[in-house]
């Protein structure tokens, strides 16, 4: 996809004053990784070092999940990362329903640019968006859904796993199927 198309989509969101978020932001978390990628990955919000950093998944929870990506053999290059909500809430709480609606659309462009056959959504908040508002995390992590042209799940949130470690082992074998079924429509 063209170069200019993802540059303006990315003034976009810097400029963007559809929601109060833009007023206490450092930087604008527009997303990172592959262009091309063939899975997408898409978590809930910026958090602080993101916000410092205006990249998604630098922090705590960002590091824990390239372990996964690196155990898979899926690293954070090879596939594409953003967030439903490109500006930080204040305190990290959980984004408003107006936040997400006044965000959405800029998702929605970059899914159009990138293009991917596998969307991951990286916890409850995003399964809710993206797949269906009654998503329950913990019944359905892991369960695939067919929407359009994606194919897409949830997994547990990394933020999620730092707090239970329990969690851990079902997270390890989701990610692993993922990347089985990556690796299945790539041939
Ligand atoms: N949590 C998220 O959902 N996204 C990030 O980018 C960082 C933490």
Redesign the pocket.
Known sequence: MSEKAWKELEEKCILCKNCKLCETKTNT?FGTGDKNANVMFV?????E??DLQG?????A??KLLDKYLTVIDMPRQSVY?A??LKCRPPHNRDPLPEEEDACIEHLRQQLKLVDPKIIVC??R??AKRIIKPDFKITAEHGKWFEKGKYLMCAVY???ALLRDLSKRKEMLSDMFEIKKKADELNK
């Open positions: 978390v978590g809930e919000a910026p958090g070092q993101e990249e998604p998944f630098v922090g929870s960002g990362i967030n439903i990286l916890g908040v995003a949130h990394p933020s």
